[in-house]
């Protein structure tokens, strides 16, 4: 199966910073996903992105499919962005990485 | 809209029992989905659906699991019979089209003892 590689596993971030996360994948996919879960489980799919780049608000996200890797950018961090990051490929079956554990504190 | 509605939010079970789990998707979306979370295997797409249909069902585990979709605002994921290692939350989606972002349920819990 493809491999996908998240970093960094965690984080911590003092509220106003700026960060990247990124997600490494092993082989060519047919797309490429960003997902957020608050820390009460919730999840948000944020970004459907097999290439280019998206953004939405403080959130934004590239994809470079050729060189198998997608990273998202948080600006301006609020601690309602703390939470997990995951990223998920779809190859030929679908696969999620192990996850960022992000933490903003005021 | 209400969102994605998963029905129940938490259940208990015996070994060996049936379990079903429900999901009313939003209204107007054409793809429903159903993950998996544990903590030994993380997230998993176990299902999805495209106009009632299923469409890709390579993430279910095994016979014990079935899912249906009988009209466009319901769907069912069945385990029979339940085992201990299908503890885990049960979360359903759906989005309008493959390539936009999908609308997640508040999720199912799980626990069979």
């Known amino acids: 199966g493809i491999q996908v590689e998240q970093s960094p596993p965690d984080l911590i971030l003092q509220e106003g910073a700026n960060s990247t996360l990124r997600c490494n994948f092993s082989?060519?996919?047919?797309?490429l996903q960003w997902f957020h879960q608050n820390p009460w489980g919730q999840l948000i799919n944020l970004f459907y992105?097999?290439?280019g780049t998206k953004q939405n608000g403080r959130l934004s996200a590239t994809t470079v499919a050729t060189e198998r890797y997608s990273l998202l950018y948080i600006s301006s961090s609020q601690t309602t962005d703390s939470g997990v990051y995951f990223c998920a490929v779809d190859g030929n079956q679908f696969y999620f990485g192990t996850g960022t554990s992000l933490t903003v504190i005021p | 809209d209400a969102g994605v509605i998963q029905s129940p939010r938490h259940e208990v079970t015996e070994m060996g029992q049936e379990v079903t789990l429900r999901c009313k998707p939003i209204?107007?979306?054409?793809?429903l989905f159903w993950y998996r979370q544990t903590m030994m295997r993380g997230l998993e797409l176990l299902i999805y659906?495209?106009?009632?249909?299923?469409?890709?069902d390579s993430g279910m585990p095994e016979d014990r699991f079935s899912a249906k979709m009988p009209n466009a605002s319901f769907s069912t994921l069945k385990i029979q019979p339940s085992e201990p290692r299908d503890s885990a939350v049960y979360f359903c989606?759906?989005?309008?089209?493959?390539?936009?972002?999908?609308?997640f349920g508040q999720g199912t819990r799980l626990t069979v003892v």
């Open positions: 659906f495209n106009n009632n249909v299923p469409i890709d």
């Open positions: 992105i097999p290439s």
């Open positions: 209204s107007g979306h054409d793809y």
């Open positions: 082989d060519s996919v047919n797309n």
């Open positions: 989606a759906s989005s309008l089209y493959l390539t936009t972002e999908a609308f």
